[in-house]
């Protein structure tokens, strides 16, 4: 089955402009392009994009995906089983600020004064850092060395606004 830009973008939640830059840079290309120009995903495609969001949801560059990605022994249920760990910390990270949050405004409304401790915790972000770099490296064992150090430690903002600083 083939899947046209605006039903992928549709199904995936993101946008045809991301979509025509994945091809443009070479990351998703889609299995044929029409006589009328328009551009046709399949399965495969699919599954390939599905790829690109895990690591980019882990924090990893577009660059260092495509390279990934594009290596022969690249292994897709390998890398499902090696994006779970770092995604469960990412949500028990969020869950911990979350609780942050409750005991802040818990402090709040009690009249009490939090332990400074307490009040910044959630935000270390050290053992998530320790696995990105050991995730880092497994992927450089598995699929070879690259010219990627692995996932980036913090992402540029990716839109800016007229008038805003970044």
Do not use: C
Request: no cysteine; aromatic share 8%.
């Amino acid at each position: 089955m083939t899947y046209m830009v605006k039903e992928v973008a549709g199904l995936v939640g993101i946008s045809v402009r991301t979509l025509h830059h994945y091809d443009q840079v070479g990351l998703l290309k889609p299995e044929t392009v029409s006589p009328a120009g328009y551009r046709l995903y399949t399965d495969r495609d699919l599954e390939r994009l599905q790829q690109i969001l895990f690591y980019k949801e882990i924090g990893f560059s577009l660059q260092e995906i495509k390279e990934i990605l594009d290596r022969p022994g690249f292994d897709r249920k390998q890398a499902l089983r090696s994006h779970k760990e770092p995604l469960l910390q990412k949500k028990k990270r969020l869950e911990d600020i979350i609780q942050t949050v409750d005991k802040t405004i818990d402090s709040i409304e009690g009249g009490t004064q939090m332990e400074k401790n307490e009040m910044f915790e959630a935000f270390d972000m050290s053992a998530i850092e320790e696995h990105k770099a050991k995730y880092a490296e497994e992927a450089r064992q598995r699929y070879g060395a690259t010219s990627w150090t692995g996932p980036n430690k913090e992402r540029p903002p990716t839109r800016r606004r007229i008038g805003r600083p970044l």
